[in-house]
């Protein structure tokens, strides 16, 4: 079994609806609550963390000269909050880069978002925060949509952006595609993935959002790890950590997401999960955002993390502190 060691993560969220139960509490997190929040998801064994956008609807989430509209948030400048803690935690964070102006779907899934502020976000996120250890690479938002097979036009825009993102700042690149259900693991997808020029593939598993089977996901896991060894490339997960309530996201039973667990293990190098902030909280904390039964949540995961021995050494500090 392995925990989950990674999380994503929002200033906003970015799809309608999905983020009010906390939407409403990350904007008015002052620095020290960002702080406070990444600690806590520290302890919980997570060391990689995945910021899902810097901008979002034509809005930058930090002071940029390149986007001057800004989100109305408490504290000025949340990505300098959260690299600042990122280095005392001594974990990694991965910056999304996209999701500015463009819809966050649709034909982005194939061809991804060429506009020219991926550029200019780029490199100047790479000149205000490089300086930041915890500032470890780049994840990619605009979403794959894998059709038994990655979109030709998809791996020439990923390719495009690593490289450039590569020439600004860190060298490192994460994407998370969809429609893992449907990968042909055959010849050509071992190749397409030789020829993707990232280095993490973390393949939502699809449960949250009802597409797919345990049984299912377990098969397809299976065949990636075949293909990604063939391709010489890690193969992550992302087990998806919500359940929807009409058009919101909500925790689910921890007994679903054990058996999601179980279900990747044996295939995958890191589980990451879509994701703490949100669907978990630890009980009495300053920072609580989400629904009340987040609470609940936590108690079940960590419970799950000491029947297994996997809590991680360390982690013990309160995030009260």
């Avoid at 609807?57 to 002071?63: D, Q």
């Avoid at 790479?126 to 300086?131: F, M």
């Avoid at 959002?209 to 010489?232: I, M, P, W």
Wanted: with cysteine.
């Amino acid at each position: 079994m392995k925990p989950i060691t990674g999380t994503w993560f929002d200033f906003y969220h970015c799809n309608p609806y999905e983020g009010d139960t906390w939407n409403a509490a990350t904007q008015q997190f002052t620095a020290h609550d960002w702080e406070l929040k990444m600690t806590e998801m520290a302890e919980a064994g997570m060391d990689t963390f995945v910021l899902l956008s810097v901008a979002l609807h034509g809005k930058a989430f930090y002071p940029s000269k390149v986007m001057p509209w800004r989100w109305d948030t408490v504290c000025q400048d949340p990505l300098e909050a959260v690299l600042a803690a990122g280095d005392k935690l001594n974990v990694s964070l991965y910056l999304g880069l996209g999701f500015f102006t463009t819809p966050i779907m649709g034909h982005l899934s194939l061809d991804g978002d060429y506009s020219r502020l991926r550029i200019d976000v780029a490199k100047e996120l790479a000149e205000k925060y490089g300086h930041h250890p915890s500032f470890a690479g780049w994840y990619f938002p605009v979403e794959a949509a894998i059709r038994e097979y990655f979109p030709d036009n998809y791996i020439a825009y990923a390719n495009d952006l690593a490289n450039l993102c590569r020439k600004y700042g860190p060298s490192k690149v994460l994407i998370a595609p969809y429609g893992t259900r449907t990968v042909k693991a055959d010849d050509r997808f071992v190749a397409q993935l030789r020829s993707l020029e990232v280095d993490y593939i973390a393949y939502q598993d699809e449960l949250g959002v009802n597409r797919t089977t345990h049984e299912e996901a377990k098969r397809t896991f299976t065949s990636l790890r075949e293909s990604h060894d063939r391709a010489g490339k890690p193969l992550w997960a992302d087990v998806e950590l919500f359940r929807f309530q009409g058009k919101v996201l909500y925790p689910p039973a921890f007994e679903r997401i054990e058996q999601q667990l179980q279900t990747v293990s044996p295939w995958v190098d890191k589980v990451l999960g879509y994701q703490y902030l949100g669907m978990m909280n630890k009980p009495g904390s300053p920072v609580h955002a989400g629904h009340e039964s987040s609470v609940k949540l936590y108690e079940d995961y960590m419970a799950f993390l000491d029947r297994n021995g996997l809590r991680t050494p360390g982690k013990e500090r309160s995030s009260h502190a």
